[in-house]
């Protein structure tokens, strides 16, 4: 049986549930995985220490980490190399130690683009609407350009915010149109949307409750979460009651994770197998919480 080490390095990670879903995957291919939570709060470390835990990691004959917040910009200077995706987006969420280099991937985009080539395979593109330009924002607009919309507008509280993402898209997909729009006009902009992407933590269970108002869900616009924890957001159950076709954010979860995965081992995962695993994580969590 063939060991393995890896990790997930970021802040307020202790409840995470990739360990198990990366670690059950791999009991299934015979691997002897260990996967590792390492938060920088438990530890007493900051963020500015990252480059020394990043060498005593490495040093440790770690084969990959996952980063997440508030790690994933400030990961790329320890870097030897960066996959195409992770330098359009400047942000890494996937380490690969590979001999003497250190390679970051960003699974982001890439797990949020399979969630919406498997949940939402014959939707209209055309025109969406990204609620939230922040932290997931660049990786799921990414997707969602890369997915075929021509028209992406993104709205968020923080204008300047919103018109940077856009700027630095519009870099990558010159032949579409982005845009941003205020707050105050996401009912004007949603009336001719397909869909809807939500990206803002609105939704977790430290921020319940929804970002838009509930009348602006109709029948004929899809909506895709990122928030999987919980997996039913009232945003989800609200735009479930309306009519309207709808993802959670547990399909990202798991094509992150798996395609992380595979960057690791070497081993295509079975994604199947690791959304059942998540769905019964999430049940059993959800239990525990009645």
């Given at each position: 049986?063939?060991?393995?080490?890896c990790g997930l390095i970021g802040t307020g990670i202790g409840a995470s549930l990739t360990p198990s879903l990366h670690m059950?995957?791999?009991?299934?291919?015979?691997?002897?995985?260990?996967?590792?939570?390492?938060?920088?709060?438990?530890?007493?470390?900051?963020?500015?220490?990252?480059?020394?835990?990043?060498?005593?990691?490495?040093?440790?004959?770690?084969?990959?980490?996952?980063?997440?917040?508030?790690?994933?910009?400030?990961?790329?200077?320890?870097?030897?190399?960066?996959?195409?995706?992770?330098?359009?987006?400047?942000?890494?969420?996937?380490?690969?130690?590979?001999?003497?280099?250190?390679?970051?991937?960003?699974?982001?985009?890439?797990?949020?683009?399979?969630?919406?080539?498997?949940?939402?395979?014959?939707?209209?593109?055309?025109?969406?609407?990204?609620?939230?330009?922040?932290?997931?924002?660049?990786?799921?607009?990414y997707a969602t350009l890369d997915r075929g919309a021509r028209e992406l507008t993104l709205v968020d509280a923080d204008p300047?915010?919103?018109?940077?993402?856009?700027?630095?898209?519009?870099?990558?997909?010159?032949?579409?149109?982005?845009?941003?729009?205020?707050?105050?006009?996401?009912?004007?902009?949603?009336?001719?949307?397909?869909?809807?992407?939500?990206?803002?933590?609105?939704?977790?269970?430290?921020?319940?409750?929804?970002?838009?108002?509930?009348?602006?869900?109709?029948?004929?616009?899809?909506?895709?979460?990122?928030?999987?924890?919980?997996?039913?957001t009232e945003l989800v159950r609200t735009a479930r009651a309306s009519g309207a076709r709808t993802l959670t954010g547990a399909?990202?979860?798991?094509?992150?994770?798996?395609?992380?995965?595979?960057?690791?081992?070497?081993?295509?995962?079975?994604?199947?197998?690791?959304?059942?695993?998540?769905?019964?994580?999430?049940?059993?969590?959800?239990?525990?919480?009645?």
């Amino acid at each position: 049986m063939s060991s393995l080490l890896c990790g997930l390095i970021g802040t307020g990670i202790g409840a995470s549930l990739t360990p198990s879903l990366h670690m059950t995957e791999g009991a299934h291919h015979g691997l002897d995985y260990e996967y590792r939570i390492l938060d920088l709060a438990e530890l007493g470390l900051g963020v500015d220490d990252l480059p020394e835990l990043f060498e005593r990691v490495r040093g440790a004959g770690c084969r990959g980490l996952n980063i997440t917040h508030p790690c994933k910009q400030r990961v790329i200077e320890l870097l030897d190399e960066l996959s195409p995706e992770a330098a359009r987006l400047g942000a890494v969420n996937t380490v690969l130690f590979e001999g003497d280099r250190a390679i970051g991937h960003n699974t982001d985009w890439s797990g949020f683009r399979r969630s919406l080539d498997r949940g939402l395979p014959d939707a209209r593109f055309e025109q969406v609407v990204q609620l939230g330009a922040g932290g997931a924002g660049a990786a799921v607009g990414y997707a969602t350009l890369d997915r075929g919309a021509r028209e992406l507008t993104l709205v968020d509280a923080d204008p300047g915010r919103a018109g940077e993402l856009a700027e630095t898209l519009g870099t990558h997909f010159p032949d579409r149109r982005l845009s941003v729009a205020a707050p105050d006009r996401l009912a004007q902009v949603l009336e001719h949307a397909d869909g809807l992407v939500h990206a803002t933590p609105m939704g977790m269970a430290e921020h319940p409750g929804m970002a838009l108002p509930a009348e602006l869900l109709r029948a004929d616009l899809w909506v895709a979460e990122v928030v999987y924890r919980p997996v039913e957001t009232e945003l989800v159950r609200t735009a479930r009651a309306s009519g309207a076709r709808t993802l959670t954010g547990a399909g990202m979860a798991v094509y992150q994770a798996a395609d992380a995965f595979e960057i690791f081992t070497g081993i295509a995962p079975d994604a199947d197998r690791m959304a059942t695993h998540m769905d019964a994580l999430l049940s059993r969590e959800a239990m525990a919480a009645k």
